[in-house]
C-alpha cells in the first residue's frame, strides 16, 4: 500500500549531539510536512517542501533545519537537542499546495538524555 | 490567523453511546474543516471532513456538521464502539489563504466497554 514511512520508531540522542530523522512516501505528492507533536498537544508545523521549494514557519527554531533531496525523502535534522525538543515528530504529505488531506506517517518519538 | 479551539479536552462515553465535539474557529475564510483520528503511538489518521459549501456529511457511524453563520462544526460518532478509543483532533483551512491547516488541541475519547 502506499503510504508515509517514517523511520527510526524511537530515537534516543544526547543533549546536543545532531539527529536526523527520516521520511519517505510512495504517494508521489509534492507537498511535504514535518510536524512536532508533545504529550497531549495538538501536532505543530515546523515547515513544509513544495516540491523543491522549502517554506519555514516563523517560530521554529534554528536548531531545526529540513532536507529533501528527491520527490520521495525528506529528512528532519536537529543539530543540538535540546530536553524541550523531546517529542514525536511527524512526517506529512499531501497532493497539492492546497493542503487538503494530509497523509501522516506513524512518526518517530524523540528522547533526549 | 486561524485559532480553532476545541471541546471537550477528554471525553468518557459507555459503549453503544454517541459521542460529540465541538470546534469553533476564528477566520470566517476558512472553508475546509477535517477530522483526524489519532491512535495510541501512531500518526493522525483522516476519517472525514466537510467544505463550507456543505451543512452535513456522514460516513457510516461519523458525521460532521458546520455552521458557517457561528463558525463552528461538530464531529458525531454513534454506537461507539472499544476501537473508537483515540485522540480526536478538529482542523481549519483557508484553501485561499496560506494553506496552513489550523488545529484544535483534541480531544481524548474512552469508550467503556
Known amino acids: 500500500d502506499a503510504m508515509v514511512i517514517q523511520n527510526p520508531r524511537y530515537q534516543v540522542t544526547q543533549f546536543g549531539k545532531p539527529v536526523t530523522l527520516s521520511c519517505s512516501q510512495t504517494l508521489n505528492h509534492n507537498v511535504m510536512y514535518w510536524y512536532q507533536q508533545k504529550s497531549s498537544q495538538a501536532p505543530k508545523l515546523l515547515f513544509h517542501y513544495y516540491d523543491k521549494d522549502f517554506n519555514n514557519e516563523a517560530d521554529t527554531p534554528d536548531n531545526f533545519q529540513s532536507r529533501r533531496p528527491n520527490t520521495s525523502f525528506c529528512f528532519l535534522d536537529i543539530r543540538s537537542p535540546g530536553l524541550g525538543d523531546a517529542a514525536m515528530y511527524l512526517c506529512?504529505?499531501?497532493?497539492?499546495?492546497?493542503?487538503?488531506?494530509?497523509?501522516f506517517g506513524s512518526g518517530t518519538q524523540l528522547s533526549v538524555l | 490567523g486561524e485559532n480553532v479551539e476545541q471541546h471537550p479536552s477528554t471525553l468518557s462515553v459507555q459503549e453503544g453511546d454517541s459521542a460529540v465535539i465541538k470546534c469553533t474557529y476564528s477566520?470566517?475564510?476558512?472553508?475546509?474543516f477535517p477530522w483526524y483520528k489519532q491512535e495510541l503511538g501512531k500518526g493522525p489518521q483522516l476519517i472525514i471532513d466537510?467544505?463550507?459549501?456543505?451543512g452535513e456529511k456522514k460516513d457510516q457511524r461519523i458525521a460532521v456538521t458546520l455552521n458557517k453563520t457561528a463558525k463552528h462544526f461538530s464531529l458525531h460518532i454513534t454506537e461507539t464502539q472499544p476501537e473508537d478509543s483515540a485522540v480526536y483532533f478538529c482542523a481549519a483551512l483557508s484553501l485561499g489563504g496560506d494553506y496552513k491547516l489550523s488545529f484544535g488541541a483534541g480531544t481524548t475519547v474512552t469508550v467503556r466497554a
Open positions: 477566520d470566517s475564510a476558512s472553508n475546509y
Open positions: 466537510i467544505r463550507s459549501n456543505v
Open positions: 506529512a504529505t499531501s497532493l497539492g499546495r492546497t493542503n487538503e488531506k494530509l497523509f
